[in-house]
């Protein structure tokens, strides 16, 4: 079983809509990340937490630590959302290691 | 700043052929990591580092190599390139750790093909 699960695993949409990415894990962690990676292949980070609730634009990403999940928002969904949404945990006394879920491929049709 | 940089973007090796990847950054980070992307897969972390001459392995070391003689160089060596090893390389860095509050920034990827 990986330590990082993503559900679900790929997502189409209209544009304009609520979406959301869930994200569970099964070990103690100090931070929760989530990243985008476009089909250029690039990397780039959009959340790190480890409480709580976040918010830049129109992403939004929340965690409950008591029940080791959290979930990626994206309101008013556009085309250019469209990417692979990645989900890391990094565990307790890790030197800052990340574990990397597999990824949600995410498809926002106009 | 440059960010994290890397080269090369594309490599084809033969088998058994050697290479080394190249990562700078330019943020004055401490940490930095090399992971490797398979289609289908999560990241996996091949080696990491925590400073200038101190590094440790991840979780798939096996057929590389790293060295960490400045604080901006991080190269990834391959010795003897096997088909298994066909992936896309990341390399990453964080600022001032130990901590949770610092995101990871990541070089533009080299895509490696072992044939």
């Known amino acids: 079983k990986n330590e990082v699960e993503q559900s679900p695993q790929n997502l189409t949409a209209q544009e304009g809509e609520f979406i959301t990415i869930n994200c569970s894990y099964s070990?103690?962690?100090?931070?929760l990340h989530w990243l985008q990676q476009h089909p250029g292949g690039g990397i780039v980070s959009l959340f790190m937490l480890s409480s709580g609730k976040k918010k830049h634009g129109r992403l939004i990403a929340t965690i409950n630590i008591q029940e080791k999940h959290s979930s990626l928002h994206i309101t008013a969904s556009h085309p250019r959302d469209s990417a692979v949404y990645i989900c890391?945990?990094?565990?307790?006394?890790?030197?800052?290691?990340?574990?990397f879920g597999k990824g949600i491929t995410l498809s926002v049709r106009p | 700043n440059a960010g994290v940089t890397q080269t090369p973007k594309f490599r084809i090796l033969k088998i058994g052929q050697s290479m080394t990847l190249q990562c700078a950054q330019d943020m004055n980070h401490n940490y930095m990591y090399w992971y490797r992307q398979d289609p289908g897969m999560g990241l996996k972390l091949i080696y990491y580092?925590?400073?200038?001459?101190?590094?440790d392995k991840g979780e798939v070391p096996n057929g590389y190599n790293v060295s960490r003689s400045t604080t901006e160089d991080f190269p990834l060596r391959l010795e003897l390139a096997a088909p298994s090893q066909t992936s896309v390389y990341f390399c990453a860095s964080t600022g001032l750790a130990p901590s949770s509050y610092n995101e990871q920034f990541f070089g533009p990827g080299t895509r490696l093909t072992v044939l």
């Open positions: 580092s925590v400073g200038a001459g101190i590094t």
């Open positions: 890391a945990v990094e565990a307790a006394g890790a030197n800052s290691k990340l574990t």
């Open positions: 070990v103690g962690i100090s931070a």
